[in-house]
């Protein structure tokens, strides 16, 4: 059965759980067996499937080869490039003697850098090493991902809400805004839609005339009728016509 950084994530907890981390760093102690199933899960997952025992391959790190936790970007010999933190000494030389390229990544750039998760969502480099605790191995890979930049069609059965502000219908844009706090400006010849407290949602206003959209997700837009022609298939309604 082949194992997983689940398990391995597993056997740190464990260290933690039966308080040995009081003692000393999780994968440290030659002694310990739960230092024993952390380095042998690390070896296994570092492509070592047959390994059996950490401690038979003289692997384990004596509690004085505490290494620096670091994240590299490493380019292996058949062109595939992976992100991978080290947290021991030996899991550091085996990424230093590997590929035909290497470099740190500073802590700064982990906060920038976003990496692709769970398909369509998106989280920065050091909240994905987070997600790790303190396991060492590779967290990211480079490749194509589903949504970054490109072409995009509206899923279908996903109505959209609307209503165009006609200069003098505040209720109806309010009921359509809500919880938003929606209202004229001080001239009267706006309204303004505002953030709200645990939304991204931004404040924006709307003239006479524009679309107030509520997707199907619950986020608000403000669309030019040009615009909201041109994107939607929509129901006809009864309203003043120039003469």
Known sequence: MSVTKKDLYAAYAKHTKDGLDDLHEPGSDPDCA?????NLLSLQLDGHPDA???VQLDMVETPTQK???TVWEVEEDDGSVS???TVTHR???????????RRRISSSEARRLGISIEGTKVTTLDQAIKRMGRAG???A?????EIAKGTALRKPSQADQYVQFDGVNLAAIQRLADPANAHFTKRHDKIQVDAYAGSKQPSFSLEVGDILIRLAT???LALSQTDFEALYDYDSQTGWTLA
Do not use: N
Not at 34 to 38: F, K, P, R, S
Not at 91 to 101: D, I, K, N, T
């Open 137 to 139: 191995g590779t967290v």
């Open 67 to 69: 290494a620096i936790p």
């Open 83 to 85: 992100i991978i933190r």
């Open 218 to 220: 619950g986020r608000l």
């Open 34 to 38: 739960v230092c024993d199933q952390i």
């Open 52 to 54: 059996t025992s950490a």
């Open 91 to 101: 899991q550091e030389q085996s990424v230093l003697a590997r590929g035909r390229q």
């Open 141 to 145: 890979t480079w490749g194509e991902v």
